[in-house]
């Protein structure tokens, strides 16, 4: 009997402590060769100042740490188990160890990863996610580019452009797609805007010092809408755009620039989720006080239940811990369960000023050419998804990826999947038909990460039985 | 949603699939009125979710097979011409005539394949039976291991989800409709017992017969209707690996227990393999059946069985990464023949399901035969064995 965290950013690796804590033995498989997620990441062994939860995850006997460990599917078993699949080793590499984890109690805590809305040019080298280029510069101290410009929406831009800064990169600029205005109604639409969150508070001064320090520029309610290029990207286009991300014309101006860095918030990862059978809800996992989703013995905390970044991850994951050990019939310390459900009430409040403050406006739509890619994986253009729409009569999630291949590539639509369904509702919407009929097909992979074949064809080890447990 | 179907229709299609816009476009091709109306949308159920087979490899001498070769002689003669009625980029259906080679790996496998292939011949099958070496001569990359092995020429693939876009625009350029998003819960009978209207959620469609092409759910509908019918669904499973380099696999390559799988009664997991590639370079493994309802959860060891099989098959896909699983519902009947034809017990009320694994294959004959029994023309194929009221249909079902 045993508690199984999948994920160990901030929420996993508070959900393990808290859970071996509770009394509980558990079992943190993350994908990761250290423990930290993309908030925490750092080149090998690194030094930076890490919090004290990296210690107790270390040092606590309960918990088994796999790094390095894929979970690429699972399925429930007799007796309430859930039984993961599970593959370590280097990623990709052949010969991976193979393993099924049967867990009594589940934490899921696999987070999220950035979205990006398409823009022409956006497929060219040179144009990055804001979290590759973070890893990038935190794991491997390497800066994207030069000259770079940072774009998208969301506080987050604010850390990426210091990482890029970190490792002597110019920044020409950070730009803020919304508008002061639409940000400050977000901020200020809850009791708990960011001034009674002093420690974010303080965190924009700095981030607000350190742009002035480095006089990089910071644009409200402007875009980067093309990248020009022809093997690698070497100038963007950007304009201003009104409350709807609707290019004001007249304002495009040209950048030389040689790395992009785009970010328009976060998708949850939700593949264990659906796969665990658990309901969502705006595309979040559903989730009660204790973090429990709609299967008994299974949990979700993190940026899987909503995007709030690490504050709000940890007190989440300390919950879900505490609850699973509990589910296991051990008995956490209420006080510090009580204290940690105190905090998520209190950074949901930021969760949901920070959803309304940097919202993603349909305006992007316009900003796609005729033959700008959506699909980067089976390279499936705007023209063509129009197509599969108009001529094809696509009414539905399944049947648009089979009419146009969007979607089925490598990236199974992680990438994509949400731009396409809002192009292909937007395209319905102009000949008056309703938006897609199974939007949740898009999200739907029952196998959560690639196996190579003859892996899949192996018997696997039962992880219990190797541990002789 | 319904405003255009609130006209009379001749005839109102149950089921978006394959099945139903093959019926829908061979019957507005005889002049009638159709509308079609899915709970979801169009070709989102098992149509979704097959390889797109065109086989006659697999079938035994008989009605099914009598069937397989007029649709498989029907298919590119229809493809043509909705490519001559709305230009090639609306009914590129990615037809692929690239042949079947079915392996066998023992000595008693390779007696029932030479067996099969001989009787299929004699009915008019193109089946060679290949000599030494001659497999691997089509496919490089397979096992050194085979025992016989015939090429099928005539086999076939297609993408059904376009094939089922491109029947159902041509049913809209003649008038007809297609209405999306809508269930149809049940039937209106008139004097006599005579159908009158589809009941859908959104009001009735008022029409002379209806057409229940419903797939694995046509035994609710049938039910709904008031004329119980046995089609039940038989779940089956899919991967797909990542793009490979051209003519990694060349044909469609089966295991020779593919032909005991299908016309097999057992509820258990059965699988037999089915290795070919598609035209976005793609490797799909097929494909497993299982008899668990509608259970649709992920049970991971049918995949290692498919992945297993297709190893032993081709030995150099193991480093093949699996990108993704799909599956779907065949509808079977318990004689695993088709059902098409009127029902007797409900006149007005039609049936076009129970293909199981090969309506993707058998859907333009079946088109085709619905429309000629519903119009009184000769009927290109026996329709006898594909009747609606045969007791292995309603044996035990109340009347």
Redesign the interface.
Known sequence: MKVVVVGAGPAGMHAAVAAARGGARVVLVDSAPQAGGQYYRRPPGGTAALPHVFEELRRQPRIEHLPDATVWAMEAVPGGLHRLHVQQGPADAPGRRSMTIEAAALVLATGAYDRVVPFPGWDLPGVYTAGAAQALAKSQRVAVGRRVLVCGTGPFLLPVARSLLAVGAEVAGVLEANAPATCLRGWLRRPAHPWHHRAKAAELAGYAALLARHRVPYRPRTAVIAAHGTDHVEAVTTARLDPDWNPVPGSERRFAVDAVCVGHGFTPQLEPVIAAGCRTRGGFAEVDDRQATSVPGVFAAGELTGIGGADLSAAEGTVAGCAAARHLGHAPDPAREAAARRRVRHWRDFAAALAAAHPVRPGWQTWAADDTLVCRCEEVTVRELRDAVEHHRARGARSLKLLCRVGLGPCQGRICGRNATELADAFLRERGAPPLLDPDAAAKRPLAAPVRLADLATPPTAYEAQEGT | ?LSPGSTHADVVVVGAGVIGAACAEALSGRGLRVTVVDR?????GTT?CGEGNVLVSDKAVGPELTLAQASRRLWPELLDRLREEAGP??ADAEWDEKGGLVVATSGAAARALTGFAAGQRAAGIDARELPEGGAAELEPLLTPKVTAAVHYPEDAQL????AT?AL??AV?RRGGC?V??TPALGVESGRGGRVTAVTTRDGALPCGAVVNACGPWAGHFAAAAGAPLTVLPRRGMV?V???LPEATVRHKVYDADYVGAVAGDDADLMTSTVVESTR?G?VL?GSSRQRIGFED????HV??TL??K??ALFPA???????????GFRPYTPDHLPVIGEDPRCPGLWHATGHEGAGIGLAPATGRLLAELMVGLPPHVDPWSFRADRPALTKGQAQ
């Open positions: 949603m979801g949308a169009p070709a989102s979704a980029s609306l993408q059904p989800v376009l876009a159902l625009a809209t297609v999306s998003g991967l690996t990542g793009p976005s793609t493994i959860s992920l049970q991971v995949l290692r992945a297993a297709a190893v896909l193991g480093r093949v990464p699996v990108m993704r699983a799909y599956g």
